[in-house]
C-alpha cells in the first residue's frame, strides 16, 4: 500500500479538502457533539498560516481563515431564519469550524491518519453579498478565546508557581459552575504542557492587571525561553524549542533530486533579522540599574567579534515574571544561544504537505544545476584560445553555484497552505 509520502510524490494525486462546523445548543450553550459538512457550499477556500519568529523572538502568529461560500438555499443566514443552519442553535457567532484536507488512495483511504488542518471560530461579521448571494465566513484562530478572557480571571495565580502548574490552572478554569472555559474549544487531552520547574512571580494582580490569558501564556513561555502555540489539529503546545522527534519527517526533495516535491526555492538567506549579538531584559519594575540583565558582546575591531562582523544587533524586552536576578540571567543567556548564531533559512513552496507542522524536523535538498542523466551533447561551446574561453566559456555549471544543499536538516517554523491551489509554502531554519 502507496504511503502518504508516496501519494506526495505521485506526478497525479488525488486529493480533498473538507470544511465542517460545530454549532452551540441554544439549551445549554456548549457545543455540539458532531461535526456537519458544509463543504458543498464552499466557493473559495483560502490559506491558513501558522509561524513562529515572524515578529518577535519565541513569539506564535496564527492566521485565520476567510471562506467564501454560496448562499442560495439561505444556509447562513441568521439563525431566525428557517433555513439556515443555524436555525434552532445559539448563534452563528463561535461557530467552530474544522478545515480538513489531504490525499486519497486508489482503495478511498485518506492519508495523514489525522486529515485535519487547523481548527477555527467563526468570530466576525458575516456579510452577505446582494449581488452574488455570497457569504464570507470570518474564521479566528483558537488563540482568539484566550485573547478575550481576562489573565486576573484565572483564580490561584501567585508567587511560587511554575509555568507547568500555570498553564494546567488555565486549562482547568471553569465559570465557577463547574463548567470548562478553555476545554470547551481545546479537550483536556488536547493540551500538551512541558513539565517546569522554575518558580515565577506573580507576586500581585497588578502584574497582570492589564493582560489577557495569551499575553500571560506567552510571557510566561518567554520566562522559559519556550513557545506556546496552535497545531494544525487544534492542541495547544507548550514547550522548548527542540524539533518535535529526533529524527526527520519528511525529505523536501527540490531540483537535482528525484521524485521533487519543491515547486520553487523562493529565498535562502542567511537570517540576520533573527540574529541578535546582545540582549538585554528589564525583569524589575523600578528604573535602576539592578532591574536589568544582559548578555552578548560588545563590538571591538576583532575579526572574530561578531558585532564587528555582523553590526550590534541589540534585542530588549521586559517581563517582570522572574523570580530571581538569576532566572533573568539565565533567560538571556539562553537567547543568545538560541539566536546569537546567524543561522541558514529557506522559504519555498512545495506540493501539498498536509502533515508537517511546527517544529518538525526536515531535511532538505536542493542544486542549482542536475546533470545526472542530462543529454550533455551540445551543452558547452567549445573556445579556439584562452581569451575567448574566458569570455565565452563552457555553460555548465560548477559544482557549488548558487545552491547545493544535500539533505541538511532544518527546522519548520511558519507553514502557510493555499488551499485553493494545494499548496504549502514553508519556512525552514537549520539547526
Known sequence: MPTLTDEINRSISSV??????????????????????????????????????????????????????????????????VASLWNGTLSRYRTLVRIQAGYTQDDGTELPTDTTQGIYILDGEIPISGVTNDVILNCKSLVSVFE????????????????????????????????FIFREFITSTSWSIQTTTALLNLATTTSIEAMSVWDLMQSVAEVEGYVVFIDRTGSLI??????????????????????QNIISLDE???ALDKYYNYFRLKFLEAETLTSYVSAGTTTTTNISNTSWL???????????FFSTTVAAQTAVDGLLTTFGTVQDEAYFTAKFIPHIDIFDRVTFSYRSYDMINSELWDGFEWASDTAALANDGGNWARDGDNFDINSTTFNIISRETDLDNFTTKFTIRSI
Open 268 to 270: 535562502h538567506k542567511q
Open 148 to 179: 478575550e478572557v481576562r489573565a486576573r480571571d484565572i483564580p490561584g495565580l501567585g508567587t511560587a508557581q511554575t509555568a507547568t502548574s500555570l498553564f494546567t490552572r488555565i486549562r482547568d478554569h471553569t465559570d465557577g459552575a463547574a463548567n
Open 16 to 81: 480533498f479538502r473538507r470544511a465542517q462546523i460545530r454549532r452551540r445548543l441554544s439549551a445549554t450553550g456548549l457545543y455540539e457533539s458532531s461535526w456537519t459538512d458544509i463543504s458543498i457550499y464552499i466557493k473559495s477556500w483560502g490559506s491558513l498560516h501558522a509561524g513562529v519568529d515572524d515578529v518577535r523572538l519565541n513569539r506564535f502568529i496564527h492566521s485565520g481563515i476567510r471562506l467564501v461560500v454560496r448562499n442560495d438555499t439561505g444556509a447562513f443566514n441568521p439563525e431566525s431564519n
Open 310 to 320: 555582523f553590526g550590534s544587533r541589540v534585542y530588549n524586552f521586559e517581563n517582570q
Open 238 to 259: 507548550f514547550k522548548d524549542r527542540t524539533s518535535n522527534t529526533t529524527t526527520s519527517q519528511f525529505a523536501f526533495l527540490g531540483q537535482g533530486f528525484n521524485p
